[in-house]
């Protein structure tokens, strides 16, 4: 407990040094960093898993592949992924991007076939017969009953790209995770615990985000039900 | 990377077989340890959590709190406590697991029919026995379904505790950095990949041993 306490301090006096504060490599050019790299990749990895789990989801066809897709998406290791990328295209960021988009597509696209291919085939077959065309089946019967799945699948991406955003320190991007790699390197460790601090807090407020969105716009009567993983 | 360089040497490979079969047999220990020590702390919990209904949220939220805290902050927090060993790397691991195996535990007990529970206390078995021998057996699919997701993610995750000089084939992802040279890389991942698909069709089997009964109807989620 002491240790902790400790270790807390530590975070606390390395915060308040004013120099984290300002210019080349401080913490608000770091953090915007960070956000950067995770929101542009999260919007492009939204933009394809969406349209495509939509795609599946609603027509069934490609289903059997989805699942192939996620099963192999999680066994790849991001950490050698983004190095390998660094080796073979230099250090810059966009090739970067470019994985952590392939990284955060298949949880929201299996999610996202998951939550529409759940949808109750009596209350598809209600959404018809009340005149609905199949675009007004899809966007006002099976997305909002999909949303819980489709916000899980965004979470889990979310959680995968801050993470390996971080990691990206290593090959030599910006980002939270410089402090991270910098502390280790120089046996720095105030510099370590205070980037794993800043890191942890942006973790949490990007679960208390997504807890937020999920209370807002998933309507009341479907938010028991989530529970799947 | 210098022009012409392959994107694979095999020659470098088959120099290094016996050192990628000892660093492989590193990883899986890495990887899976964790697995097995989150199922000790998950089947428990996921028990006390389907007795005890109010449990499961906050229990919940704690496991999902905790896998969203990126690996690499998490091993360092855990640094100071139990240094640059596999320790550090393996406990962040088996908390992770948790987010995966708690639920999953809950759904399986869940999926019991209540028939079958009524059954199993009208033939006499007390509360520990009917869990032992009559829901958790039931709950298995559920249950691998959850080991076969958390055990994939886990293998995958273990590269990056070469950053504390613990990550097991990682060893050749910022090996391959450093020399300025893709095998290493490349050979990492593949294994990596191969170690976690091969270990999650093991679990596959393993669950049709288990539950000959449900041959028909295997669950992956």
């Not at chain 1, 080796?87 to 970067?96: F, K």
């Not at chain 2, 697995?35 to 229990?59: A, D, E, K, T």
């Not at chain 2, 948790?98 to 529970?117: H, K, Q, T, Y």
Request: glycine share 10%; hydrophobic share 55%.
């Amino acid at each position: 407990m002491n240790d902790l306490l400790n270790q807390l301090r530590l975070v606390g006096d390395w915060l308040a040094s004013s120099k984290q504060w300002h210019g080349d490599g401080g913490i608000p050019q770091r953090l915007l960093e960070h956000l950067t790299y995770s929101g542009l990749s999260l919007l492009f990895a939204a933009l394809i898993g969406l349209s495509l789990g939509l795609l599946v989801g609603h027509t069934g066809r490609g289903a059997f592949a989805v699942a192939g897709v996620a099963n192999l998406a999680r066994a790849i290791p991001t950490f050698g992924l983004v190095v390998l990328v660094v080796t073979l295209a230099g250090l810059s960021t966009t090739p970067v991007l470019v994985a952590l988009v392939a990284l955060a597509v298949p949880p929201i696209l299996i999610n996202t076939f998951e939550g529409v291919r759940g949808v109750d085939p009596a209350t598809r077959d209600a959404a018809r017969g009340v005149g609905m065309t199949e675009w007004q089946v899809l966007v006002r019967a099976e997305v909002p009953m999909a949303l819980p799945l489709i916000l899980l699948g965004l979470r889990i991406a979310a959680i995968q790209v801050v993470a390996t955003a971080t990691v990206a320190a290593y090959p030599g991007l910006g980002g939270l995770g410089r402090f991270i790699v910098d502390g280790l390197s120089r046996n720095d460790y105030e510099l370590v615990i205070g980037g794993s601090a800043l890191v942890v807090v942006l973790a949490l407020v990007v679960q208390i985000v997504f807890a937020a969105l999920r209370r807002t716009i998933v309507s009341p009567g479907l938010r028991a039900t989530v529970s799947k993983s | 990377m210098s022009d012409g360089e392959p994107l694979v040497r095999w020659q470098w490979i088959g120099d290094h077989a016996g050192e990628l079969a000892d660093y492989t047999g590193i990883h899986l220990r890495l990887g899976l340890l964790p697995v097995l020590f989150g199922l000790i702390i998950s089947v428990p919990l996921g028990i006390l959590c389907h007795r005890r209904r109010w449990l499961y949220g906050p229990v919940l939220t704690v496991a999902n709190i905790l896998y969203s805290i990126p690996s690499l902050a998490l091993f360092m927090i855990f640094v100071k406590y139990t240094g640059l060993t596999e320790r550090t790397v393996m406990i962040p691991l088996t908390l992770y697991t948790l987010s995966v195996l708690v639920p999953n535990v809950v759904d399986g007990l869940a999926s019991v029919p209540e028939p079958v529970r009524q059954a199993a206390t009208a033939l006499g078995f007390g509360p520990i026995r009917r869990v032992v021998q009559v829901e958790l057996p039931i709950a298995v699919p559920i249950v691998i379904a959850g080991v076969r997701v958390a055990a994939v993610s886990s293998i995958s995750l273990v590269a990056v505790g070469q950053l504390i000089g613990q990550g097991g084939l990682g060893y050749y992802i910022t090996r391959g950095l450093q020399l300025d040279f893709p095998t290493p890389i490349v050979t990492a991942i593949v294994l990596i990949m191969l170690l976690a698909l091969t270990t999650d069709a093991l679990l596959v089997l393993a669950q049709r041993l288990l539950t000959p009964w449900s041959r028909s109807k295997v669950t992956a989620s």
